[in-house]
T-cell receptor, first 111, second 113 residues
Framework: LAKTTQPISMDSYEGQEVNITCSHN???????ITWYQQFPSQGPRFIIQ???TKVTNEVASLFIPADRKSSTLSLPRVSLSDTAVYYC????????????FGTGTRLQVTL | NAGVTQTPKFQVLKTGQSMTLQCAQD?????MYWYRQDPGMGLRLIYY???????DKGEVPNGYNVSRLNKREFSLRLESAAPSQTSVYFC????????????FGAGTRLSVL
């Protein structure tokens, strides 16, 4: 399983763009990169997924360089409600993915 | 849509007691998972079931048993609870196909005294 490394915590002010980078040096050819968000006392929730280049949805953008050894989750103009823990996962897309959740990045957004 | 439903939401046990955590999904997913999350930590996989009738160990299976009762339901049993099993337990499911995305329940907060 590909191991991921991401910052333990980040702070931001409301309205700023936040970029969280995840390192996954031993990513395999079949692996996708998926980001989840977790609020206190809730289960993780899917944010975005990508394989290479750039992916954008209504919530975030995901940038993946050509070598795929890292990825960056970009949250545009964060608000207080974006305060959460963000997990970067790298996993095989076959039957039953044994994904590994690290400790994630704790994002604190303040006024 | 209910998604993934876990019961109970909270439970307090005494050391040595047994209990079963229930999980059901209504998304016709093939794969289901049980995780535990300790304070300030990420999720650790306990057991998973790739499809109905199959189960396999994850990272931290000791002290737990699972049953994939049918396609919808996946239960986690603690035969003899220990204080080290105090944690929040999450059930998740996914399609088991390419680009699978896991959907999580709200969690069961378990305290073992």
């Amino acid at each position: 399983l590909a191991k991921t490394t991401q910052p333990i915590s980040m702070d931001s002010y409301e309205g700023q763009e936040v970029n969280i980078t995840c390192s996954h040096n031993n990513i395999a050819t079949n692996d996708y990169i998926t980001w989840y968000q977790q609020f206190p006392s809730q289960g993780p929730r899917f944010i975005i997924q990508g394989y290479k280049t750039k992916v954008t949805n209504e919530v975030a953008s995901l940038f993946i360089p050509a070598d795929r050894k890292s990825s960056t989750l970009s949250l545009p103009r964060v608000s207080l409600s974006d305060t959460a823990v963000y997990y970067c996962l790298v996993g095989y897309t076959g039957t039953a993915s044994k994904l590994t959740f690290g400790t994630g990045t704790r994002l604190q957004v303040t006024l | 849509n209910a998604g993934v439903t876990q019961t109970p939401k909270f439970q307090v046990l005494k050391t040595g007691q047994s209990m079963t955590l229930q999980c059901a999904q209504d998304m016709n997913h093939n794969s289901m998972y049980w995780y535990r999350q300790d304070p300030g930590m990420g999720l650790r996989l306990i057991y998973y079931s790739a499809s109905e009738g199959t189960t396999d160990k994850g990272e931290v299976p000791n002290g737990y048993n699972v049953s994939r009762l049918n396609k919808r339901e996946f239960s986690l049993r603690l035969e003899s609870a220990a204080p080290s099993q105090t944690s929040v337990y999450f059930c998740a499911s996914d399609s088991g196909k390419a680009k699978n995305i896991q959907y999580f329940g709200a969690g069961t907060r378990l305290s073992v005294l």
